[in-house]
């Protein structure tokens, strides 16, 4: 599981400005990204359009996703792209947005702007997708920063904190015990509040294999991707590398 995927994330279009209601040129705003992925049906509740943020500072220790981390990687998705992406995933009846990384929050206007095109399609569309973001900050730090946090007013359910790999859980969509899943709005609530605490027996994750990669898509409990890789040599298929081991 190495390296960008080029899915749904070309290079940003010419770029363009915004007007704002005072008419006045605003910049174009890009994400950049890792991998963009539909359906993803192991981050969230029924079948959602996956974002990937590109550069990770945190660098949590025994993380999976280590080629998130630099932020020279990825491709640009413009706010344009992102829009029409969704509103093709609202079309074939997705039920929500997740964004992960990397962290997001790395590069928070963009973040928001994608939030805020997100949720002017879903209301276009009259469609109740929710939108949820994974963040390793922690909540004392999403405090100590309101600017950076405002970035996340337009989710309606936050996953925070670190990964720990000393804390295992089996709670949903949680990498680690220490992580905590908010509601943020009523659609959030509605949709997250029968899994707060929720332990399913076992994870769900989707293993995906393309152009020479082998991805894993959700949160493996310990020993998940040993397992999957011992698997994967018994079907001779050999990974030269991969992006949970340094």
């Keep these: 599981m190495t390296g960008p995927s080029p899915d749904g994330s070309g290079p940003a279009a010419a770029s363009r400005g915004a007007v704002d209601v ?6 174009a705003v890009a994400a950049l990204v890792g991998q ?19 550069g990770c500072t945190l ?38 947005l997740t964004v992960s990384g990397g962290e997001p929050l790395e590069q928070p206007a963009a973040l928001a702007a994608l939030l805020a ?8 569309a009259g469609r109740p997708a929710d939108l949820l973001v994974y963040t390793g900050w922690e909540p004392e730090e999403l405090a100590a920063d309101p600017a950076t946090a405002a970035a996340l007013d337009g989710a309606d359910a936050v996953i925070t904190g670190r990964y720990r790999a000393g ?63 011992r698997d994967l040599v018994r079907r001779g298929v050999t990974l030269r590398e991969t992006s949970w081991r340094p």
């Design 22 to 27: 005072a008419g006045t040129a605003t910049p």
């Design 36 to 54: 963009v992925y539909r359906p993803v049906t192991s981050l969230g509740p029924g079948r959602r359009l996956g974002i990937w943020f590109q």
């Design 59 to 96: 660098a949590c220790p025994g993380c999976m996703s280590r080629h998130t981390w630099e932020a020279t990687g990825g491709r640009e998705l413009s706010v344009e792209r992102f829009a029409a992406l969704w509103r093709a995933a609202l079309a074939d009846g997705l039920d929500g």
């Design 117 to 124: 095109a997100a949720d002017a399609e879903r209301r276009l």
């Design 167 to 229: 804390q295992p859980t089996r709670l949903a969509w949680r990498g680690s015990a220490n992580q905590r899943l908010t509601t943020r709005t009523a659609l959030g609530r509605e949709r997250y509040a029968p899994y707060l605490d929720h332990r399913p027996e076992q994870p769900e994750l989707q293993v995906r294999v393309s152009e020479g990669e082998v991805r894993v898509i959700g949160v493996p409990r310990p020993g998940d991707l040993g397992r999957i890789e």
